[in-house]
C-alpha cells in the first residue's frame, strides 16, 4: 500500500538539517533504510544544511503536508530554537507533528588527544584561571552541541571561545588535528572516535553513565556541577498531513524502531 496524493510522487523524502556523519544524518539513514523496506518504496535522506539546523527545519516547515517530506527534530531544532532566536522562520508546535521518538542519549565531552588536561576538574580549573584559552566546536550556533558546552560553562563560571562548523563531521577533523581544543558531541557519533583513542573523552551530560562508554564519568561525578542534559531524535511530518498518511507513517515508525538493526543503529547514532 503507497500513499496516495494529487501529486505524482515517487519517493519519500527524511530532510536530515545538517551535513553528512552527524547526529540528525545518522538517524536519518537508519529510519531510512527501515521504511524504504517496510513501504516498499524509495525514501531518501536529504542534508539540508545551514545555520545550524534552521535552513533544513525551514524546508521542512514549507513542504507540502501530504506524508512524502520528513524531517529530523531533536532538541536543538524542535525545542532550544524558539528561545535561542528571537525570530524564526517556523513554529515547532504550529507546523510540525511528530511521527515518532527514535532514539536518546548523552552528549559526551571530548578532547584533542594531545591536551594536557586529565579530568573534567582539572579542565574546568585551568579554564577559570585562562579565560579564553580554550576553544570549543560545534555542529553549529544553536546546535545541541553548542548548547551543551554554553551550558557547562556558564554554570561552572568559565568563558571558553565558540568554534562553529557545518556540522559534526568537520568539528571532529579539526579536534583531531589539533586545530579546536574540546567538542561536546553526541555521545553516539563522539563514541567511534573515543573507542580508537582519536579523542579524549571527560564526561557525559546525562545523570546516568552512556552505556556506550561506561568508564566516562557523569559531569555530576566530576564534581564541578550538575548537569543533567540529553540529545534525543525523533521523525517529525508536516502539519496538515492527512489523518489516514500520518497514522500509517506513525505505525511504520513504530515498527521499524522495534527493529534491532534499526535499534542499534540508532542508539549509535
Not at 539513514?29 to 525551514?58: F, P, Y
Not at 525545542?79 to 525570530?87: P, S
Not at 542519549?105 to 579554564?127: C, G, H, M, T, W
Not at 515508525?253 to 535499534?263: D, E, G, H, L, N
Request: charged share 15%; glycine share 10%.
Amino acid at each position: 500500500m503507497r500513499f496516495q496524493c494529487s501529486r505524482k510522487i515517487t519517493r519519500t523524502a527524511i530532510i536530515a538539517p545538517n551535513p553528512p556523519g552527524g547526529g540528525f544524518d545518522l538517524i536519518a539513514r537508519v529510519v531510512s533504510q527501515k521504511l524504504s523496506e517496510q513501504l516498499n518504496q524509495q525514501v531518501v535522506v536529504e542534508n539540508r544544511t545551514g545555520a545550524g539546523t534552521l535552513v533544513g527545519t525551514e524546508a521542512a516547515a514549507k513542504s507540502t503536508p501530504d506524508g512524502y517530506t520528513l524531517l529530523v527534530g531533536g532538541l536543538s531544532n524542535i525545542a532550544a530554537n524558539v528561545g535561542l532566536y528571537k525570530k524564526l522562520a517556523y513554529d515547532p508546535l504550529a507546523d510540525f507533528v511528530p511521527v515518532g521518538m527514535v532514539a536518546s542519549y548523552s552528549y559526551a565531552l571530548v578532547s584533542r588527544k594531545d591536551l594536557p588536561q586529565q579530568n573534567l576538574r582539572e579542565l574546568i580549573d585551568f579554564a577559570r584561571a585562562n579565560p579564553g584559552k580554550l576553544t570549543y566546536a560545534s555542529g553549529g550556533v544553536g546546535t545541541g552541541q553548542h548548547i551543551a558546552a554554553a551550558t557547562l560553562a556558564y554554570i561552572t563560571g568559565v568563558k571558553m571561545v565558540h568554534v562553529p562548523y557545518r556540522g559534526a563531521q568537520a568539528a571532529h577533523l579539526d579536534l583531531q588535528s589539533g586545530r579546536v581544543d574540546l567538542f561536546f558531541d553526541n555521545a553516539g557519533t563522539a563514541k567511534p572516535y573515543v573507542d580508537d583513542g582519536r579523542v579524549k573523552p571527560f564526561a557525559v551530560s546525562s545523570a546516568q553513565r552512556f552505556a556506550g562508554m561506561p568508564n566516562v564519568p557523569t559531569v555530576n561525578e566530576s564534581g564541578v556541577a550538575q548537569m543533567d542534559m540529553e540529545a534525543w531524535f525523533g521523525i517529525f511530518a508536516r502539519a496538515g498531513t492527512p489523518p489516514a498518511v500520518l497514522k500509517r507513517l506513525q505505525t511504520e515508525m513504530a515498527k521499524a524502531i522495534q527493529s534491532p538493526r534499526a535499534a542499534a543503529g540508532a542508539c549509535c547514532a
